[in-house]
């Protein structure tokens, strides 16, 4: 089975940090300038309130502070490339809020807002529609609830991943298959309301802090 590509964004960060060919994307995946947060379609920013990457934090770490609506953080990404060859993806994540604050859906005030794991085929056009409606991959069966204190996600890619619309893992394998293959943005979502992606924000201080980030 081929190495993996890295992604020139990626390998241009990993010589920026001195790791040259030993450093591994993980460790790019804890460096808050590989990040966006997002999406950018069009050239419009669909998360608002926030910077546009994370920023970095003590001991390895980096974090976003989530926006007051109408403010919204939707996908936070990073270039990772393919995943042939992966397993699992693993996030560690806190969240600090004041007392009382409410991490809630954009889509639909009032209630929860949720983290959802994600990949994206690269060449996606973002309509959802014939092929693009599986370049977008969700791990819904490990989304959790926005709530303070500290997290993990494990995402196994052999799970049922859900695609767009109606398509998922297992009724679709090759067009998974071939979104492993040919990966390219890999992070995670917040929302909650019509859309795992749709955004949430806070109803008063917050930050989400990512203490481990892994593609094993």
């Not at 936070?76 to 990772?80: A, E």
């Given at each position: 089975m081929p190495t993996p590509a890295v992604p020139m964004a990626v390998l241009a960060l990993l010589l920026t940090l001195g790791g040259g060919?030993?450093?591994s994307v993980s460790t790019a995946a804890m460096n808050p300038g590989a990040w966006v947060i997002g999406p950018i379609i069009k050239g419009r920013n669909y998360s608002k309130g926030v910077a546009l990457h994370p920023s970095p934090g003590p001991n390895g770490t980096w974090y976003i502070n989530l926006p007051r609506h109408p403010g919204s953080v939707h996908y936070?990404?990073?270039?990772?490339g393919s995943l042939e060859g992966?397993?699992?993806i693993v996030m560690r994540y806190r969240i600090q809020a004041a007392p009382g604050?409410?991490?809630e859906a954009s889509t639909a005030p009032g209630t929860p807002g949720i983290i959802t794991p994600f990949f994206q085929r690269a060449g996606d056009n973002w309509t959802g529609r014939g092929r693009f409606e599986t370049y977008r991959w969700y791990g819904t069966f490990a989304t959790q609830q926005l709530r303070p204190g500290e997290h993990q996600?494990?995402?196994p890619l052999r799970a049922k991943w859900t695609?767009?619309?109606t398509s998922t893992a297992h009724s679709a394998p090759a067009a998974f298959g071939d979104a492993?293959?040919?990966a390219d943005q890999v992070g995670f979502v917040l929302g909650g309301g019509d859309g795992f992606g749709h955004g949430a924000y806070a109803t008063g201080p917050a930050r989400l802090i990512v203490t481990q980030f892994r593609v094993e």
């Open positions: 060919a030993a450093a936070v990404t990073f270039p990772h992966k397993s699992r604050t409410k991490i996600i494990v995402a695609a767009v619309e492993i293959d040919d």
